[in-house]
T-cell receptor
Framework: DSGVTQTPKHLITATGQRVTLRCSPRSGDLSVYWYQQSLDQGLQFLIQ???????AKGNILERFSAQQFPDLHSELNLSSLELGDSALYFCASSDEDFSYDRPSTDTQYFGPGTRLTVL | AQTVTQSQPEMSVQEAETVTLSCTYDTSESNYYLFWYKQPPSRQMILVIR??????QNATENRFSVNFQKAAKSFSLKISDSQLGDTAMYFCAFMKRKVTSGSRLTFGEGTQLTVNP
C-alpha cells in the first residue's frame, strides 16, 4: 500500500458527460501528480500541483482541469468526455519540497488508479 | 525534452533465474533521477528502485539491482532469483531533479516480464 488513495476505482459514463476523480496524497506530501495510461499513448504526465498551486503542466487537454485543496487532496475534472478518454488515471504524490527547507527523496508513489470507461 | 526507450517489449525467465531489462534515455540534463516501476496484473504502479544520477554507486533493493552507465545513458534492471510474483510490466522512468518549474516522470514503453515455473 503506497498510502495514496484514489476514488472511485471504476467509472463508466457516456460521451459528453463530466466526471471528477479524487486523490488523497500520502501523509505529509505536498506534491500531487496526475498521469493517464492508455493503450495507444502509454503513461503520460498530465499535471502537478504543489501545496495548492499548479506547478507543471503536461499533455493535458483543455477539457480537463485539476485543483488541489487546502487539505492537499486533489481532484481531476474531465468534461465533454470522448471515447478516446477511456484510460487508467493515476494520481501520485511525493515529498518534493520547493521551499528546500527539508530533505526530500522526490520519489513519486502511485495510487491504485481510476479506470474510466466512456461508452 | 527527455526520452526513455525500452527496446524489449516482452521477456520471459524461469523461476529462480536472473534476468536483465534494458533501458536507455536521452537528456541534456546532468542532475536527474531514474526509476524502475512495476505494474502487475492488478495495474498498481509499484516503485522498484531509484537511482540518483550524481551517485556513481548502483542502487540495490534486495533481489533488484541496476547497472547505471551515465555516459552511455543506460539504466538496466537486474532481477535475481526471479519469483512468480515478479511477473509484471516494468517501466523505466526519468525525472529532472529539483527544478522550480515542477517535476514529471517520463516513462518508457514498458517491458512485459513473465516468470515461468
Amino acid at each position: 500500500d503506497s498510502g495514496v488513495t484514489q476514488t472511485p476505482k471504476h467509472l463508466i459514463t457516456a460521451t459528453g458527460q463530466r466526471v471528477t476523480l479524487r486523490c488523497s496524497p500520502r501523509s505529509g506530501d505536498l506534491s500531487v501528480y496526475w498521469y493517464q495510461q492508455s493503450l495507444d499513448q502509454g503513461l503520460q504526465f498530465l499535471i502537478q500541483y504543489y501545496n495548492g498551486e499548479e506547478r507543471a503542466k503536461g499533455n493535458i487537454l483543455e477539457r480537463f482541469s485539476a485543483q488541489q485543496f487546502p487539505d492537499l487532496h486533489s481532484e481531476l475534472n474531465l468534461s465533454s468526455l470522448e471515447l478516446g478518454d477511456s484510460a487508467l488515471y493515476f494520481c501520485a504524490s511525493s515529498d518534493e519540497d520547493f521551499s528546500y527547507d527539508r530533505p526530500s527523496t522526490d520519489t513519486q508513489y502511485f495510487g491504485p488508479g481510476t479506470r474510466l470507461t466512456v461508452l | 525534452a527527455q526520452t526513455v526507450t525500452q527496446s524489449q517489449p516482452e521477456m520471459s525467465v524461469q523461476e529462480a533465474e536472473t534476468v536483465t531489462l534494458s533501458c536507455t534515455y536521452d537528456t541534456s540534463e546532468s542532475n536527474y533521477y531514474l526509476f524502475w516501476y512495476k505494474q502487475p496484473p492488478s495495474r498498481q504502479m509499484i516503485l522498484v528502485i531509484r537511482q540518483e544520477a550524481y551517485k556513481q554507486q548502483n542502487a540495490t533493493e534486495n533481489r533488484f539491482s541496476v547497472n547505471f552507465q551515465k555516459a552511455a545513458k543506460s539504466f538496466s534492471l537486474k532481477i535475481s532469483d526471479s519469483q512468480l510474483g515478479d511477473t509484471a510490466m516494468y517501466f523505466c522512468a526519468f525525472m529532472k531533479r529539483k527544478v522550480t518549474s515542477g517535476s514529471r516522470l517520463t516513462f518508457g514503453e514498458g517491458t512485459q516480464l513473465t516468470v515461468n515455473p
